[in-house]
């Protein structure tokens, strides 16, 4: 008997191991099931650095984002949405090889395993934070716009304070501890000289305010002890004090015109600074690292090797060091003199075209072609010419391609004025490449193939070119004369019959192999792209973020019907595997700040749930080999492997709507469950609700609410006993007008 009872016992316990691991593989999955393939190590904007040995570094940035390297910089470990959070990260800080926190936005998160894991410490919706810094693994600091806060308890506690410049909140952006007792921060406002010391812990902090003239737009400081320190400003402005603050002596880098960010000093005489220089009277600019070795007297800069970089945040320990900033740029010295980049270059990609999981293309600025021949792992250039841009590619087969775009000279690219059309194509799998000159002065913008033979090309200004012979020659279709002004964004075809183009505001469609085209009524404008799995079934985006901006047809275009509870964003590049699956891609900003949107349907757009995107520029294509393998194009490449995982858990707050404020999810009870469970949730206003459950693959298994519904607390229950259905986790998302909130169950059976 004792044996059975103990048997069940280790089966429960392994039982309830499975599911802990489930969970944990989902959770990993959601921010971790699209990634970074070019630029390695990633691309989002780099705001501090901290150079923990001469090997090991971290840097945090945009989107959650933490990297670590243990090497040197060979290899980096890349985590985004890091502790579940999207928020951007200003400030890091680390006491030993384990112990750090990284601070941003609304949040604070914690490791203490190096950097392998996180997780939110702290989350305060009135916090703006910028900078962190511990004394030791149970004190520290945060510190944001007119907050500073302080822990004593390793953050399970926090003692909250509100700072005032005059009437104003000061933005702190930079703090350092000499000790327990001693500190500094500083950062900007409306009146300047924003620098405060402690000399009791943090109790409290005294603003000097004897720098004259005033100094505006402080942005980081360097001491390297009590008395002795540097403040750097976004203005170019470097001050020193050797007597603890009590006065300072401006040292400006004369004769250079910069924009300072970043300073580190490692002795007295011995500092670096880094930030931007402007080179002309146009605003071209670049990064750049200011030296110098008599403690500021004279500095000496130090361009760096891209163009139009900012470096946020520089970090040197015995003349190694390391400087990071904006899409990702990473610096690296090993002597304080000379910094080779870390990152590869950067380009702003427009198409993408894979012709297995293998082997594939990306194209954009600069006549950049990219190829891979291991699904992206690795990407080699094989083309690039500054005069170009192209907009698209197709791969007929491995080793025949074609990319086309226009010939830009001298001014910026718009495809408003006339330009010289070009056609490049490879027949040895891009080894080499031939440019072909078009007979118009178009921008050409999309390439399709609909067999080895017949193409289609499409630009601005009306333009439409057929070939029937792969290619080799290219006949001008001319349009009906109220498309000749259009600027046509897509083509493609089902057959080599069937075929549609799309402009900002139409869509042309022909079932005769390109000699008529009838136009097709669309209820909105603004419109991106489209996709069609067959002849009657295809869906189209735009960018209407006020209105529905994604519509259904199953008639080959005649009719359209919009998707509805779709996620705010203004939608870019739109594809479908089958007439169920599909994805769709875009991106949103919000005061300045711009993040991509990912979103899948499983059934066709009648529902559509949000992807974790890594990167935090507007994606502009997104393309599916498969269910499970995609890539989708920014300012760089991410690609996922497993469909993209389900949906972002837990958003509370998304595109600029604050959800608490309209709608509150609870968490089932009990949990795990078995059969039952409740689910309660909260409406402020009221709205058309659905609430329904769905399995870890995004499969909906029930609608338990689809009705309009006043204010108030609603309680359900779901009983999983009517379904059938096996131990495991499932989702259950509220959505309210265009807001949703998801949360994770565990049926154990």
């Not at 384990?98 to 305060?124: K, R």
């Not at 000097?208 to 360097?222: A, F, M």
């Not at 401006?250 to 015109?257: H, I, K, S, W």
């Not at 990152?343 to 190829?371: C, M, P, Q």
Request: contains cysteine; proline residues 2%.
């Amino acid at each position: 008997m004792n044996g059975i009872i103990m048997k069940k016992i280790i089966t429960i316990v392994s039982f309830i191991y499975l599911i802990l691991v489930v969970t944990l593989t989902a959770q990993i999955s959601d921010s971790n099931d699209w990634n970074w393939q070019y630029p390695k190590p990633q691309g989002n904007t780099l705001r501090d650095v901290l150079t923990i040995d001469e090997n090991t570094v971290i840097a945090v940035g945009d989107l959650g984002t933490v990297i670590k390297t243990t090497d040197g910089g060979e290899n980096w470990k890349v985590l985004h949405h890091t502790g579940g959070i999207s928020d951007d990260l200003y400030g890091v800080h680390f006491v030993d090889s384990l112990n750090g926190w990284a601070v941003g936005g609304e949040h604070i998160i914690s490791t203490v395993d190096g950097g392998e894991n996180w997780s939110v410490l702290h989350e305060d919706l009135s916090s703006s934070l910028r900078c962190v810094y511990f004394f030791n693994p149970d004190t520290g600091w945060v510190f944001g716009k007119g907050i500073i806060m302080k822990t004593l308890d390793r953050g399970k506690s926090w003692s909250k304070n509100i700072i005032y410049d005059g009437d104003e909140k000061p933005i702190i952006r930079e703090v350092q501890f000499l000790d327990a007792q001693i500190g500094y921060i500083v950062g900007s406002s409306f009146y300047g000289n924003t620098i405060y010391k402690t000399m009791d812990g943090g109790s409290r902090w005294y603003q000097l305010n004897n720098i004259k003239p005033r100094i505006y737009g402080l942005t980081d400081l360097s001491f390297i002890n009590a008395d002795t320190g540097w403040v750097v400003s976004n203005f170019g402005e470097i001050i020193k004090t050797e007597d603890g603050g009590e006065s300072w002596l401006y040292q400006e880098a004369e004769g250079v015109n910069v924009l300072l960010h970043s300073v580190f000093f490692s002795d007295a005489d011995t500092g670096w600074t880094s930030g931007v220089i402007i080179e002309d009277e146009n605003a071209h600019y670049n990064g750049i690292i200011l030296k110098t070795t008599n403690g500021g007297n004279t500095w000496e800069g130090i361009k760096t090797e891209g163009k139009n970089e900012t470096l946020y945040s520089i970090d040197i320990s015995e003349e190694a060091g390391w400087a990071v900033g904006a899409d990702g740029v990473i610096y690296r010295t090993t002597d304080g003199e000379n910094w080779a980049a870390q990152r590869e270059e950067r380009y702003r990609f427009n198409s993408l075209y894979f012709v297995d999981e293998n082997t594939g293309w990306a194209v954009g600025e600069k006549g950049i072609i990219l190829h891979t021949e291991d699904g992206g792992s690795n990407w080699y250039k094989q083309n690039q010419n500054d005069s170009l841009v192209l907009n698209s590619v197709f791969a007929i087969d491995k080793q025949n391609i074609f990319a086309t775009g226009p010939l830009v000279t001298g001014l910026p690219p718009d495809p408003l004025r006339e330009i010289n059309a070009v056609i490049i194509k490879s027949v040895d799998g891009g080894i080499s490449w031939k440019r072909y000159d078009l007979d118009t002065l178009s921008w050409l913008s999309s390439i399709f193939f609909v067999n080895d033979s017949i193409g289609w090309i499409t630009g601005n200004r009306g333009t439409l070119f057929k070939t029937t012979n792969q290619g080799n020659t290219w006949i001008r279709i001319n349009l009906d004369i109220n498309y000749t002004n259009a600027y046509f964004k897509k083509i493609q075809f089902i057959n080599e019959d069937t075929g549609w183009i799309i402009s900002s505001a139409v869509i042309l469609k022909t079932t005769d192999g390109g000699k008529n085209w009838k136009s097709q009524l669309i209820p909105t404008t603004s419109l991106n792209s489209f996709d069609y799995v067959n002849s009657q079934t295809g869906w189209i985006v735009g960018q209407n973020i006020v209105q529905e901006n994604i519509f259904k047809s199953i008639d080959g275009g005649e009719n359209w019907q919009a998707c509805t509870n779709i996620p705010i964003s203004n939608y870019r590049s739109v594809e479908f595997i089958n007439e169920n699956i599909g994805y769709a891609a875009g991106g949103f900003s919000i005061e300045g700040h711009v993040q991509s949107t990912i979103i899948k349907t499983n059934d066709g757009g009648e529902t559509w749930f949000e992807q974790q995107s890594p990167s935090a520029s507007t994606l502009s294509y997104i393309f599916f080999i498969n269910e499970t393998t995609g890539w989708a194009l920014s300012e760089g490449i991410v690609k996922t492997s497993t469909g993209g995982g389900v949906v972002s858990i837990e958003n509370e707050e998304k595109h600029g709507n604050t959800l608490p404020e309209n709608i509150e999810l609870f968490q089932n009870y009990p949990n795990p469950f078995n059969p039952s469970t409740i689910i309660n949730y909260k409406l402020s206003k009221s709205g058309y609700v659905t609430l329904q459950v769905y399995d870890i693959l995004g499969r909906e298994i029930i609608m338990l609410i689809n009705s309009e519904q006043q204010p108030g607390l609603y309680r359900i229950e779901f009983d999983a006993g009517k379904y059938k259905l096996s131990s495991g986790v499932y989702l259950y998302m509220l959505r309210v007008g265009g807001h949703s909130l998801t949360k994770k169950m565990i049926l154990l059976r």
